[in-house]
C-alpha cells in the first residue's frame, strides 16, 4: 500500500498481535481469516503476499483507490470465499487461476479497469452464488461455462465491451435471480431458454445490438420479475400483454425498439410500478379515448417516471392525469399525435420536476395551474398549437433550468415574472406571435448561461442595453422581429457569447435596406432566403441601390468597384452564415468578428486607384 489517509493500518507493526491489527479476523488457531480494508482510500496495488494467507476466507478491498493488476497468487487462497476488490481502479486480466479458489462464493471485480477477456475456467467455481464484473473494459464473448455456475443468483457483466451472442448455456442457471448485461455489443437473439428461469427478479439486457420479439406469455414464464429492461435494442412485435399481469413489477424500461401495436390492457394491475418507459418505439393509439390507458395507472401509487414519447399515439391527455401518483417527477408525452388541451389537473402533479409535451398538436392555452408545480425543472411545450399568453405564474417555477415554448402561437407580452426564475439556464419562445418590448428583468438572469431565443415574433422597442448583463450566455437569437437600435456596445460584457443570431440578420438589413418584418417577407420566404437565392450571381440585384453605386474611399482614393463587389459578397456571406437557420450550423460571434476584420484589413491593404 502506499498510502492510508486513514491511518487505519498505523497499527500493522511487528511489536503488535497480528490478530488484533484493524481490519484482521483470526480464526481460533489465530491464523488470519478475513481482511477488512473496505473503504479506506488505500493506494497502491494488491500485495502478492496476501497470497500466502493460505486460510483467508475473506477478503473485502473495495471502495478504494488500489491500482495495478491483480496476482496470480490470489488463486493460490483454497480457502476463500469471498473476494470483493469492487470500486477501485485495478487493471490488467482477470488471473486464470481464480478457479482454484474453488470455495468462492462470491466474486465481485465490479468497477474497475479489467481488461481482457472472461477467463472461461471461472465456470468452475461450483460453489460460485454472485459473479460481478460489470463497469469494467472486458471483452471478447461471454464464456458459456458459465452457464456451469448452478448456484449463480447474481451474474452482472454490465458496461463492458463484450460481444457476440448470450450463451444459451444460461438456461441452465436455475437459481439466477439476477441477470445484468446491460451496455455491451451484444448481438442475436435471446436463447428461448432465458425466459424460463423463473427465479429472475432482475433482467437486464437493455443497450445491446439484440433482435427478435420478446414472448408474449413471458410473464408467466418469469412470474417474479420486478425490473424487466430491453431499452436501447432492435427488438421487434408487441409490448407483451403477460407482464401487465406481473403484480410485482416496479420497472418496465422499453424504449429505444422498433415495438409495434397498441399499449396492452392491464396496466391498473401494476400497483408497485415505479417506472413506465415506452418511448421512441411505434405504439399506436387511435381516437380522442388513445390515452386512456393513463387512468388505469392511476392505481400505481409509487409511479415515479411515465415516458410514452417519441410514438404513435393519438388522443386527448384525459384529466385523470392529475390523478397519477404525487411521487411522479417526471412525465415525457413529446412526439405522438395528441391534441386537445393541456388539462388544468397537471398542476396536482406536486413533484413533478420534467414534463415534456413538444412535438404534438396540442391547443388552447397553457393552463396557470402550472405555476403550482414548484419542483419542475424543464418544461417542454414546444411545436404545438398553443394559444394565448404566456402565463405570468409560470414566474412561480423557481427551479426551472429549461423553459420550451417555440413553434406555438402565444400572443401578447413576454410576462415580467420570467425574471424571478434565477435557475433558468435556457429558455426559447421564438416563432410565436409575441408583442412588445422584451422586459429587463429577463436580463437580470445570471444563470442564463446555454440559450436565449426569441427570434421569429414580433417584438418591438429598443434592442436592450441589460443584454450585457448576460455575461456567460452562449447564444443569443432575437432574428425576426422589429427591434431597433445598437446592440454592439453591450456585447462587450458577454464573455462567453459564441452565437449571435440577429447579428448576421443585422449585416442582412445593413446591406439589403430590407428589414425581415417587410410585407414581402411571409410564409417560407424570410430576408435570409431571399437573399441566399440571390447570392453570389445576382447579388447586386438585393443590394441596397446606395450600396452598389456609392464610391467607397480610403486616405482620398478610391476603391475599384470590382473590390468594391468582392467586398461585398464576402460582407453578405459572413451575414447569411450568422442566419442560419440551425444554429449549430451558424457562425460563432467569434469567428464572425474575425472574418469581417479579415474583409477590412484586406480591403484596406489593397492597391488603390487614384480619384481622376
Known sequence: MKSDPSGTLASWNESSDLCRWSGVVCNSRSRVSALDLRGLRLTGSVSPYVGNLSYLRFLYLQDNQLSGDLPHQLGGLLHLEVLNASSNLIGGAIPANFSRCFNLTTLDLSQNALSGSIPSDLGLLSKLQVLKLGKNNLTGTIPSAIGNLSSLTTLNLATNALGGPIPGDFGRLHALKVLQIAINHLAGEVPPTLYNLS????????????????PGD???RLPNLVDFHFCFNQFTGLIPPSLHNVTSIQSLRFSHNFLHGPIPPGLGNLRNLVMYNIGFNQIVSSGADGLQFITSLTNSTRLEHLAIDENLLEG?????????????YKLYLGANRIYGCIPASIGQLSSLALLNMSHNSISGGIPPEVGQLRQLRMLGLADNRLSGEIPAAIGNLTMLTELQLRGNQLEGSIPSTLGQLQQLLSIDASSNKLEGSIPRELFTLSSLTSLLNLSKNSLSGPLPEDISDLANVVAIDLSGNMLSGNITPALGNCRS?????IYGVMLLELITGKSPTDEGFAGDLSLERWVRAAFPDELTRVLDAELTTASICHGGRRISPEKQDECLVSVTSVGLSCAKESPDARLTIREALSQLKRIRDGLLKLELVITI
Open 316 to 328: 386527448v391527455i384525459p384529466e385523470s392525469v392529475g390523478n397519477l401518483s404525487s411521487r411522479l
Open 497 to 501: 457569447l459564441q452565437i449571435l443570431s
Open 199 to 214: 427465479s429472475l427478479v432482475f433482467l437486464d439486457f437493455a443497450s445491446n445490438d439484440l433482435f427478435g420479439e420478446i
Open 218 to 220: 413471458v410473464g408467466y
